[in-house]
């Protein structure tokens, strides 16, 4: 799969978050990297911010929360575009809801682990 088709279905999933949800992404950015870190080489996206249940009256003026999509990670479990669709989905899901301080715990029980 391109580069630029990945790309076009991260956008897509972000897209699919529910309005009322998409409204709250506040200083949060996509990125999308080909390769996860080396120490975890498998995975699929990363959070890396403050969680809007820890920030407080000290948050101001901090850089961008950031979310990342490894591309080569998510194409090596996927067999078919509607399996890469599938996974971004739940891969960009997963990212945001730590945006929002859900837990690795409660995504599993949500399905989304």
């Known amino acids: 799969m391109s580069e630029e088709r990945f790309e076009e279905l991260c956008v897509l999933a972000l897209d699919q978050v ?49 979310i990342t999509i490894f591309r080569r990670p998510l194409l090596g479990i996927c067999e078919t575009e509607e399996d890469v669709v599938e996974e971004v989905r739940i891969t960009v899901v997963h990212e945001i809801a730590h945006f929002f301080g859900i837990d690795d715990a409660r995504l599993h029980e949500l399905g989304y682990a």
Do not use: C, M, W
Request: net charge negative.
């Open 18 to 66: 529910p309005p009322q949800l998409a409204e709250l992404l506040d200083n949060v950015v996509l990125f999308i990297e080909d390769d996860a870190p080396e120490d975890d080489p498998h995975l699929l996206g990363l959070y890396d911010g403050v969680p809007l249940t820890e920030r407080d009256s000290h948050y101001g003026g901090a850089l961008p929360d950031r």
